[in-house]
């Protein structure tokens, strides 16, 4: 939802009397930095934290253990009301928000616009969350360091009349909106995180709440709304696709851009929707008085990156973890659709020799589902099971065992066979007789499945397993180049390997 103002109004009083926050972009995303938090994180850890915990039961109830909007909305009075002091649009849905927050953040950011963008999870660093200003980059630990002081005593009243149970999201949620109105943003772009019962409504709450207050609905899939894929091409050796996008949405409010040959750096039909989404309400905000061009829209588009997502690491980032010859492509699916998109990209790269898959998962997620739509695409030759701490615990980890029990079910289900190749321990992968992973002699029927379960937590070692594994399959004297390692099941899977590459 958009607020109808052109231009952001702002008045100053509480704590946004004080003198603003640095608003500095930043590359670093971990290490000495964070250092100049203090003792913030260390309150934060004591919150409450479903991210680690899991959503709850109550979720979406007016109780103690439920996102109880009042909750917020107390909290946020003690703080100023910061977020009504500037214009907001509010990313919602399933899947594709994060993704969709980034190219418009980017889009607004290329007109000039000082832009503040809310967006989780975050993978090294929690500023990751929250980016302010003309260039972005995460949130400065100085910045971030001094709202927390200005704020915490108010942020230790409602944590003492909400009984304690506010949570570290809401408290986090919090500060960027009071960032935001101390750095006196343009617009906020707000990732919404909706849990729980809300979920299978959110597309009827979200147009419930557009009526009330009078603002646009506008939809992708509107029939004057084309974009297709024209080619897959490659960039300094990572792939990029190239996409036409026109929209042409007569009306109350009408829309039209016309963009060919847009190459964007996120791959997969998802990726070229949420970039369509992005242009869509880039287009509203142009109907609505704000200065959005065309090229602003092309520029922004293009210069989106996220790690993380269809994110394929560069040769020199192989080298670091020692991987040098095989293809890696890191993604943070976790879900049935993910899963389903993950698989489209990796067909659509067409990656030369052999494929693993390396998966380390949540226990409150669709395993069985998520296993089957990537082994529907292009058939891996190895998948390897694992484990990996969520939001920095283990109570939300899925044992590697129970994995590869659902795997070797997903695939006997689509009559694949399997070979259990058992624990791999460290960085050596398990002899394995080649003949298992060739075509059956004089058929089209594939060769075995290699499947096993790494040691735990998740490491480098695994992935160098898996380069073993897949040049054996590739067969001695093959010149295919190393094939695919593939490392998703969640975005903390994909933060442990960025780890491993800043150490």
Known sequence: MVSRF??????????????????????AMAGGEEAQLGGFLDYMDVLRNYERSGVPRGAGTDSGDGFDLGRMRRLLRRLGDPHTHYPSVHIAGTKGKGSTAAFL??????????????????????????????HGGPVSAASLRDLFDLAKEAIDESIESENGSLTHFEV??????????????????????????FSTDIEQIIRDRA??????VISACDTGVRSITRCIGRDYAKPYQSCDIVVKISGDMPLSVELHDV????????????????????????ELGWNVSDASIRAGLEKTQLPGRSQFLTQDEASVLGLDGAAILIDGAHTEASAKALSDVIKTVEPEGPVALIVGMASDKEHLAFAAQLLSGRRPDVVLLTETGIAGGTARSMPASSLRDIWTGAALGQGIECADIGAIA??????VNIDHLAPAAGTDKPGLMLIGCGATPFSRDLMKAASQLLRR???????????????????????????????
Request: net charge positive; hydrophobic share 40%; proline share 5%.
């Open 6 to 27: 052109p231009v952001p109004f702002r008045w100053s009083r509480g704590l946004l009397r004080a003198s603003s926050c640095c608003s500095r972009g930043i590359s």
């Open 105 to 134: 953040t980017n889009i607004m950011r290329e007109q000039g616009y000082n832009v503040g963008c809310y967006s989780s999870p975050h993978l090294l660093t929690i500023r990751e969350r929250i980016s302010v200003g003309r």
């Open 172 to 197: 986090f949620t919090a500060l960027s909106f009071l960032l935001f109105s101390r750095e006196n943003v343009d617009v906020a772009i707000v990732e919404v995180v909706i849990g729980g019962p």
């Open 211 to 216: 009526f009330l207050t009078q603002s646009p």
């Open 263 to 286: 190459k964007l750096q996120l791959l997969g039909d998802h990726q070229r929707q949420n970039a369509v989404m992005a242009s869509c309400t880039a287009l509203c905000l142009r």
């Open 426 to 431: 460290g960085d050596e992968a398990p002899t």
């Open 473 to 503: 399959a590739d067969g001695p004297g093959a010149a295919r180049g190393g094939g695919l390692i593939c490392v998703t099941g969640s975005m903390h899977m994909v933060a442990s390997v960025l780890q491993q590459l800043e150490q």
